[in-house]
């Protein structure tokens, strides 16, 4: 009797519905390993220009660089087992509830087909991937003409003219009118805002449905968009040293 009870439709039904739901959970739960990766690749560009700033190794960049490419291996992983969960869950639905037995060999499959398809050098395109590259470069390129003439000069006389260089450096956004904490380059007109502080005016434009201008007095860029906003870490690291440099030199 109790079989005939259980296996029911209604009942079925019920216990179709509860088993979806912990799948849901669960996904959610995988889900938040995604921000994770994403700090612990920019982790790996900070010490990636620590490495650069204290004359590291090639040896210890290629090592970043594999370090940066199994992040984003590992957060493909997670997309595309995300995915095929996802998939097979909605096809399920429309099955019987007896088709919920067969969900993890689905899942599985279904995973191990989107994984088949993937190509390693597919990795090399993750857009952190790629700014860490470029930031290294565009780091290595500014201390090249930063220094130039002085290859020869002294230790002393090298940190005084990376001093001059620093000094040079704008730290102020021109929105907040104070430093920049988290500076972001505008890839259209190339002038740098404190991230939330521009976001946050891009989100209050659009509210009102119209145009944010470049805060910048005199920039002819009429049209601020977030997709326009790219992080500069080597920016970053300048404010940071900028600062280091002032408090010692008030000491």
């Known amino acids: 009797v109790l079989q005939s009870i259980f296996s029911s439709p209604r009942i079925m039904r019920v216990r179709f ?3 979806l739901n912990v799948v849901k959970s669960n996904l959610t739960s995988l889900k938040t390993c995604q921000p ?3 700090i612990g690749m920019d982790i ?6 620590d490495l650069q700033e204290n004359g590291g190794s090639e040896e210890d ?6 370090m940066m490419l199994n992040c984003a291996r590992m957060e493909r992983e997670i997309n595309y087992f995300v995915a095929a969960v996802e998939e097979v869950t909605s096809q399920v639905r429309q099955d019987d509830p007896e088709g919920l ?6 899942v599985n499959q279904r995973f191990t087909d989107l994984q088949a398809a993937a ?4 990795l090399h395109k993750h857009k952190k991937v790629v700014q860490l590259k470029e930031t ?3 780091s290595k390129k500014q201390s090249t003409q930063a220094l130039g003439p002085l290859a020869e000069a002294t230790e002393e006389e090298l940190d005084e003219d990376i001093a001059v260089t620093q000094s040079q450096v704008n730290p102020t956004c021109p929105i907040t009118q104070v430093d920049m904490v988290n500076p972001v380059k505008n890839k259209k007109c190339n002038h740098y805002y404190e991230q939330e502080a521009v976001l946050d005016m891009i989100r209050s434009k659009q509210h009102q449905k119209k145009k944010l201008r470049c805060p910048v007095v005199g920039c002819g860029n009429t049209d601020v968009t977030k997709s326009d906003l790219v992080p500069d ?4 690291r300048l404010i940071q040293n900028q600062k280091k440099l002032s408090t010692k030199s008030q000491m």
């Open 119 to 122: 190509k390693d050098s597919q």
């Open 61 to 66: 960049f290629k090592k970043l660089e594999q």
């Open 101 to 106: 037995s067969k969900l993890t060999g689905l």
């Open 233 to 236: 870490p080597t920016m970053k």
């Open 36 to 38: 994770d990766i994403s």
């Open 44 to 49: 790996v560009t900070n010490v990636a220009l």
């Open 17 to 19: 519905s509860m088993s």
């Open 136 to 138: 290294l470069k565009r």
